[in-house]
């Protein structure tokens, strides 16, 4: 009988709270990587679709202006009853009139069921699930298919998401925004943007917003004021860390932003969410 053979070494068990730190190449101007730049860990949380939706519509939730009818709408009638046994309908009836007025049913009477400015429209959600929903986002601007599918014009290959020298936050006119863009081949983007601009259907263009224009490119800088050279770019939205919020980074709760940030942005976002060790 042959001896027992002993057991080989235990494989390590890898842990599971453990995350990898992503790197990508920090772009000049000109569109060529230099050094690899560590990013914080936030751009490593899982993604959660779920929470992103549900941040955004709270958000959105939250801007809704309370509005109401006035109490009065469409009462505002002298009428009558005629009882009941008569044989008509018991809908109220203008003074020495057959014609109905006031109630629902009639033309220009009260609505049924009219909006009222008690309605709560806000929808809670909670702080640490906001924040999760956060880092979701910012981990989705890593993802090239996840781009692509909020239908952005995304070269082949390329590294996400984009980290640009600080010059970035100098551009100053739309000329040198496109000339940047260029050079690191996403002004097609801003030109879908551009083409997809159409007027709205509906009541909408009598209130103020006659044309929709689909969303483009995000530019986040470290401080508000700055890289003012995209403001005018379609679709084109520039937004400072300290108001980077979910809805940024994913409209209407579709993960998946085409982002660039500046260097000097990546080093504000690590003191908000967290430095490349938290």
């Known amino acids: 009988m042959s001896p027992p053979?002993?057991?080989?070494?235990?494989?390590?068990?890898?842990?599971?709270?453990?995350?990898?730190h992503h790197r990508v190449h920090l772009l000049s101007l000109a569109g060529k990587p230099g050094d690899a730049?560590?990013?914080?860990?936030?751009?490593?949380?899982?993604l959660r679709p779920d929470l992103i939706r549900r941040a955004v519509i709270g958000a959105q939730a939250a801007r809704r202006q309370p509005h109401g009818t006035t109490p009065t709408a469409g009462r505002r009638h002298s009428v009558e009853w005629s009882g009941k046994g008569k044989g008509v309908?018991?809908?109220?009836?203008?003074?020495?009139?057959?014609?109905?007025?006031?109630?629902?049913?009639t033309v220009g009477g009260g609505p049924a069921h009219p909006p009222r400015t008690a309605t709560i429209w806000t929808k809670k959600v909670?702080?640490?699930?906001?924040?999760?929903?956060?880092?979701?986002?910012?981990?989705?601007?890593?993802?090239?298919?996840?781009?692509?599918?909020?239908?952005?014009?995304l070269p082949e290959g390329m590294a996400l998401?984009?980290?640009?020298?600080?010059?970035?936050?100098?551009?100053?006119?739309?000329?040198?925004?496109?000339?940047?863009?260029?050079?690191?081949?996403?002004w097609a983007d801003v030109e879908r943007a551009a083409s997809g601009t159409h007027i709205v259907a509906g009541r909408g263009k009598r209130r103020g917003r006659m044309r929709h224009?689909?969303?483009?490119?995000?530019?986040?800088?470290?401080?508000?004021?700055?890289?003012r050279g995209f403001r005018n770019l379609a679709g084109v939205d520039v937004v400072s860390v300290g108001r980077l919020g979910t809805e940024d980074l994913a409209p209407g709760g579709t993960a998946g932003r085409?982002?660039?940030?500046?260097?000097?942005?990546?080093?504000?976002?690590?003191?908000?969410?967290?430095?490349p060790d938290a």
């Open 161 to 186: 998401p984009l980290v640009v020298e600080d010059p970035l936050e100098g551009i100053t006119t739309a000329a040198k925004a496109r000339q940047f863009l260029d050079g690191v081949k996403l």
């Open 213 to 227: 224009t689909p969303k483009s490119l995000l530019i986040v800088i470290s401080q508000p004021g700055k890289a």
């Open 5 to 20: 053979t002993s057991p080989g070494p235990t494989p390590a068990v890898p842990s599971e709270t453990h995350t990898p």
């Open 37 to 46: 730049v560590t990013l914080p860990l936030a751009f490593s949380a899982p």
């Open 258 to 275: 085409l982002t660039i940030f500046s260097h000097a942005a990546v080093g504000a976002l690590s003191e908000r969410v967290g430095g």
């Open 89 to 105: 309908a018991r809908t109220p009836r203008l003074m020495e009139s057959n014609r109905g007025a006031q109630a629902p049913n």
């Open 126 to 153: 909670n702080i640490k699930e906001r924040q999760l929903a956060f880092r979701s986002a910012l981990s989705a601007t890593r993802e090239a298919h996840l781009i692509q599918a909020r239908g952005h014009a």
